[in-house]
């Protein structure tokens, strides 16, 4: 069967499924405090549905999985999620981005179940601050839970930092510190206008140039290393002597759309070729009717514009696209 390739000539092999909108924390960037409207229980897709569609996307294709929300270790069938797609021998790679309040109870038999690798949700090192950007959570399940995850094996372990100015832009070197002497990966991730009505994300922007300014001034060397295992579009730097290593995604001052191969399927069952446009297509009622099913999928892919233009949301300039309203939780990142 054909690759889902798109107008540009990008090949399509990994796709990130959101298993819920719901999350129990409230991170400032990905939703807001209060006014959010989840969805019905029966609105969600099924455990089967997910692995129906990709029974279906893998003759496409489709061989990396990424399990996002809301916080998906939050639905019950988790577990049987992960151990039916991780059955589908095509998929090479399953994966999960959790904020790890659950991780320490699951790790084992998501392991078990097949999971590959975890990408964890740690914005700050500090637990008064980390319970201010999380709105309630705890920074020391967190850290149970990375080492829970060492624990069971899963690798590598990534960490995901959104750098957000004025509320932890002054711990970069604390993360940086913190692969000295564990080999793992943090990333930081530049703050995105996904789902912000009007400018106030412009706020909380800063460009990751800002992670080297603050290696040269510390006096700390590091050195570019190959790519780390995953699907990610992750640079990636270590330390001199550090036994981990630490990242950079900068989707808004270096966007990296020339080589996006991802697509992302949300809760409720709308395909999304890009993560900021608004253009997103229901293919549930489809999933029992494979052929029409992937014509949806391509044409969805067909429509993909060549960039997601957020750069020229930064600069006030006319975009080319109606930008998403759907909050990163109810799109699954």
């Known amino acids: 069967m054909p690759l889902l390739t798109d107008r540009f000539g990008r090949v399509h092999d990994y796709i990130r499924i959101s298993v819920t909108d719901r999350c129990n924390l409230r991170c400032v960037y990905c939703m807001p405090e209060e006014g959010m409207t989840f969805l019905p229980h029966e609105e ?176 700390f060397a590091y050195q570019p290393v190959d790519s780390i295992r995953g699907n990610g579009p992750s640079e990636n730097f270590r330390l001199e002597g550090a036994k981990g290593t630490f990242g950079l995604i900068h989707p808004v001052s270096s966007h990296f759309c020339a080589s996006c191969n991802r697509l992302r399927l949300t809760a409720d069952g709308y395909i999304k070729a890009c993560l900021y446009w608004d253009e997103e297509m229901n293919i549930r009622p489809l999933i029992k009717n494979p052929e029409k099913l992937m014509e949806l999928v391509q044409q969805s892919i067909d429509n993909k514009p060549e960039s997601h233009e957020m750069a020229i949301a930064l600069q006030d300039e006319m975009q080319s696209h109606k930008p998403t309203t759907r909050r990163m939780s109810q799109i699954g990142g």
């Open 44 to 219: 969600v897709l099924s455990k089967d549905e997910i692995i129906d569609f990709m029974k279906i996307m893998v003759g496409y294709g489709i061989k990396k999985v990424r399990i996002t929300g809301g916080e998906p270790l939050l639905r019950t069938d988790i577990v049987d999620i992960i151990a039916g797609l991780s059955a589908i021998p095509e998929i090479e790679d399953i994966a999960v981005t959790t904020n790890a309040m659950y991780l320490v109870k699951k790790a084992e038999a998501l392991k078990e179940a097949g999971l590959t690798r975890v990408n964890i949700s740690l914005d700050s090192l500090q637990e008064d601050r980390f319970k201010t950007i999380t709105r309630g959570g705890r920074l020391q399940k967190v850290l149970d839970g990375i080492a829970k995850a060492e624990e069971v094996g899963f690798f590598p372990i990534k960490l995901n930092v959104v750098l957000i100015k004025g509320q932890n832009d002054d711990e970069i070197l604390d993360f940086l510190e913190f692969t000295r002497d564990k080999d793992i990966n943090i990333r930081f991730i530049e703050y995105m206008p996904i789902g912000h009505a009007g400018d106030s994300w412009k706020k909380q922007y800063l460009s990751l140039q800002t992670i080297f300014d603050a290696c040269d001034e510390a006096g």
